[in-house]
């Protein structure tokens, strides 16, 4: 346990993890980039469903394990983060996902279930958003 | 009891009492009595009592009916003239009730489905209008979540002291902006949900119209779009509130202008008419451009409701108008065409207390 390098505090030898972030507003993608390279994450952003959707594109086709985690708007231009993940499905195995949304509505909570994946409404605390990018990552490395 | 005999039931006692009148010309005193002696329990029994008991006695009295025919048959041979009369009485009446009973179930059947289809249509209007405020509180979630999620990370990650100080200018001027456009969009609601009150006076409505469009003209310019004014010759004074109005027609000339990214011409025309024989100022803005989906077109006037992207409309724009009008006691109408354009008509009436019945909040088009 002592020597397993924590997630949210990689040591400088291991590459820091990989996430990337989904969202149409700009000042939400800042933010988030600041909130998670202060948890020691190498961020990489998508502004609209289109751009997440080349992103998985290209992760599908490296086959690499990184980003461990998507986090993903799930209203955005061209493509919502929903469609995008559920047409990328297969290429998300082991990997974390997370999707913000302001309006958490029923179909939105069951098609985020149905991923496996995390569902944090906004607006939410640095600390909600640690602890649950934290329990994403536990979950998603798991073996199920 | 009393309040079991309602109309309906009235209908069914007029047609037996008729023909017991019409009846009694050709009849004795005997036939009269035995007749009435008949017909009150029946008829008084379907009345006062369920369906239920209605339909044992049209039973009871169909029987009663071939009976009677058989019995005045068996009766007449053996001259028996009482026990003929009796049964040939109780037959008739017994097909009387009958048709009571038929018409009855009728009328009830009609009933039943005239209440049905109202009761339908009330759920309609109940789920259209939980529809609106859903959207409503979709839209202002949506609208104020994200801003609101900015503010309270970056003022976390400063307060915490986990923003690094080169960049802790930054998050406060995040924090600053994003109060801004919260406070822009809940002003925007109240634009939309203010309901009265507002500074009224006699204005010359073609003024108002042209000083709108004047100010519209270089942003129009801009995307390749001709304003053409059409303004009445003689001047239209109603009372208004001149900055709300200028309001309306700067959002319709707005989405107007956003309908021809390609260019085009809109004709903003104000006019007096007549509808329903009372003097109305109709103020039309027509464009040329993409047009309204046909299935869009009962939503134009929901609030957050924007067929535009992200970042060029808040799907405010209709249901302030709508809001403005309606409280001057005036009504938009849309006319569109996909691919074509389309065409909006604010009417408001010009004569005083010549009002429009307008919903309390929202347009159920």
Redesign the interface.
């Given at each position: 346990m002592s020597n397993e390098v924590s997630v949210e505090r990689p040591s400088t030898v291991r590459r820091q993890p990989r996430v990337l972030v989904a969202d149409d507003s700009t000042e939400q993608r800042w933010t988030l980039r600041l909130a998670l390279s202060m948890m020691g994450f190498e961020v990489r952003e998508a502004a609209d469903g289109r751009e997440l959707f080349w992103a998985l594109e290209e992760l599908s086709r490296s086959g690499g394990s990184e980003p461990s985690l998507v986090i993903a708007d799930v209203y955005m231009p061209t493509y919502d983060g929903l469609e995008v993940l559920e047409a990328w499905r297969d290429a998300m195995a082991g990997r974390a996902v997370i999707f913000i949304t302001a309006f958490p509505d029923a179909v939105v909570s069951r098609r985020v279930q149905a991923l496996g994946a995390d569902l944090l409404p906004k607006p939410f605390t640095l600390r909600a958003f640690s602890d649950c990018v934290r329990s994403s990552l536990r979950r998603a490395r798991a073996p199920s | 009891m009393i309040e079991r005999i309602d109309r309906r039931s009235v209908v069914p006692l007029a047609l037996v009492a008729s023909l017991l009148i019409g009846l009694g010309d050709f009849m004795t005193g005997v036939e009269v009595a035995f007749t009435l002696l008949y017909i009150f329990p029946i008829a008084l029994g379907t009345w006062f009592r369920d369906r239920a008991f209605g339909n044992s006695l049209a039973v009871l009295s169909a029987l009663l009916s071939v009976a009677g025919e058989l019995g005045w048959r068996v009766g007449h041979g053996m001259h028996l003239h009482a026990v003929s009369m009796l049964w040939n009485h109780g037959g008739s009446l017994g097909i009387f009730v009958l048709c009571v009973e038929v018409l009855r179930r009728l009328r009830a059947y009609v009933e039943g489905e005239r209440q049905s289809r109202q009761l339908a249509v009330e759920q309609l209007r109940h789920a259209e209008r939980l529809n609106v405020i859903g959207k409503l509180?979709?839209g202002v979630?949506?609208e104020?979540?994200?801003?609101?999620?900015?503010i309270?990370?970056?003022a976390?990650?400063v307060d915490?002291g986990?923003?690094p100080p080169e960049?802790v200018h930054?998050?406060c001027r995040?924090i600053i902006?994003?109060s801004e456009r919260m406070a822009a969009i809940i002003r925007q609601l109240l634009d939309f949900g203010r309901r009265g009150g507002s500074d009224r006076h006699a204005t010359d409505l073609g003024a108002v119209v042209e000083s709108t469009v004047r100010l519209l003209e270089p942003l129009a310019r801009k995307r390749h779009v001709e304003l053409e004014l059409s303004l009445p010759e003689e001047p239209i004074l109603l009372e208004v509130n001149h900055l709300e109005l200028g309001q309306v027609l700067s959002n319709l000339a707005l989405n107007a202008v956003q309908a021809m990214p390609k260019g085009g011409r809109s004709l903003v025309e104000l006019r007096r008419d007549q509808e329903r024989g009372h003097p109305v100022a109709v103020l039309s803005v027509s464009d040329e451009g993409t047009g309204i989906r046909p299935e869009d077109v009962p939503r134009v006037f929901d609030p957050f409701f924007t067929t535009k992207?992200?970042g060029e409309g808040t799907g405010l724009g209709l249901a302030v108008a709508y809001g403005i009008v309606a409280d001057h006691g005036g009504r938009v109408s849309v006319a569109t065409e996909w691919g074509r354009g389309s065409r909006f008509d604010v009417i408001l009436p010009l004569a005083a207390g010549a009002t429009y019945k307008t919903s309390a909040t929202l347009p159920t088009v």
């Open positions: - | 509180a979709a979630a949506h104020l979540g994200t801003p609101l999620n900015v309270a990370t970056n976390e990650l915490a986990q923003a960049l930054r998050c995040l902006e994003q992207g992200v």
